[in-house]
């Protein structure tokens, strides 16, 4: 199936509508454990509920993933991806930093996303050859040119099973990142760090996993604000991509350079110390 993602962004702000009223009128009622501290609120479910129902009526042709109960329709080449709440914990803990995200994956790649931060009054928008917007307004990535300038985002810690293995790399990381950019922050939602990287916030984000209903609506609107994203290699981000980078296209080469040494050099600081 081919079609113009740009007539689809009013159908999405009016799903992403139904999930903002949700998550700003319901308490988080129900915690259900997913597994090692991880876990999703009846919020979680009821605007993945409500998102899905919506958009099997208005798109019956277009297949949905939702972040907790999977694939519930298979499409012709084209899916929504909806992460109902993303930043559950900062939900839970009464911190505003939390939203709905929804993007739409042709084959493997975003063309369309919309996040919504209800508790901050702000919503972002693009679809592919149109430019990304916060509230309307046109966004545009910042011009950071050096990593000793820059503010950088870093996905969350992982959790849950061999969660000690997979931090080593993240560990690493976020050592030498310490030694290089102006300051790292960890917003625990990788939809703000995507679309505060599109509205020039923050300069770069690194994310070391890439769950599409996590980082399909962030991508597109990043790379529609001018950013560069890509993927541990420095090839093009997609869906199938391990990683998620995302920055002013000035600062992703060194990225990339940063992000392959760290665990090199953390195992070379070991060997230094013993």
């Given amino acids: 199936?081919?079609?113009?993602a740009r007539t689809l962004l009013p159908i999405a702000e009016r799903a992403v509508s139904i999930a903002s009223d949700i998550?700003?009128?319901?308490?988080?009622?129900?915690?259900?454990?997913?597994?090692?501290?991880d876990m999703a609120t009846e919020v979680d479910y009821a605007v993945?509920?409500?998102?899905?129902?919506?958009?099997?009526?208005?798109?019956?042709?277009?297949?949905?993933?939702g972040e907790e109960e999977g694939v519930s329709r298979m499409g012709d080449g084209l899916m929504w991806a909806l992460d109902p709440l993303d930043g559950t914990a900062n939900f839970l803990h009464g911190i505003p930093l939390c939203g709905v995200s929804l993007g739409l994956i042709d084959k493997d790649m975003p063309t369309l996303g919309v996040i919504d931060l209800p508790f901050l009054d702000i919503?972002?928008?693009?679809?592919?050859?149109?430019?990304?917007?916060?509230?309307?307004s046109d966004i545009r990535v910042s011009d950071a040119r050096e990593l000793e300038t820059a503010i950088v985002a870093i996905g969350d810690y992982a959790v849950?099973?061999?969660?000690?293995?997979?931090?080593?790399?993240?560990?690493?990381?976020?050592?030498?990142?310490?030694?290089?950019?102006?300051r790292i922050r960890m917003f625990g939602s990788a939809a703000i760090d995507l679309a505060w990287v599109a509205d020039?916030?923050?300069?770069?984000?690194?994310?070391?996993?890439?769950?599409?209903?996590?980082t399909a609506a962030g991508v597109i609107?990043?790379?529609?604000?001018?950013?560069?994203v890509v993927d541990l290699d420095g090839s093009p981000h997609t869906m199938s991509a391990h990683a998620t980078i995302a920055a002013s296209p000035k600062l992703i080469a060194d990225l990339v350079e940063l992000i392959a040494e760290a665990p090199k050099a953390t195992r070379h600081n070991q060997r230094t110390a013993e």
């Fill in 1 to 4: 199936m081919t079609i113009d």
């Fill in 23 to 37: 998550i700003k009128t319901k308490t988080p009622g129900v915690v259900t454990a997913k597994g090692d501290r």
């Fill in 48 to 65: 993945e509920h409500a998102v899905r129902e919506f958009l099997s009526r208005e798109t019956p042709e277009i297949g949905f993933l």
């Fill in 123 to 136: 919503r972002y928008t693009a679809a592919e050859g149109a430019s990304a917007q916060a509230n309307g």
């Fill in 160 to 182: 849950g099973k061999d969660a000690h293995e997979r931090n080593r790399p993240r560990l690493a990381l976020t050592q030498e990142l310490a030694a290089r950019v102006q």
């Fill in 200 to 214: 020039g916030k923050i300069d770069a984000n690194i994310m070391l996993t890439n769950n599409p209903w996590d």
């Fill in 221 to 228: 609107i990043a790379r529609e604000a001018g950013a560069a």
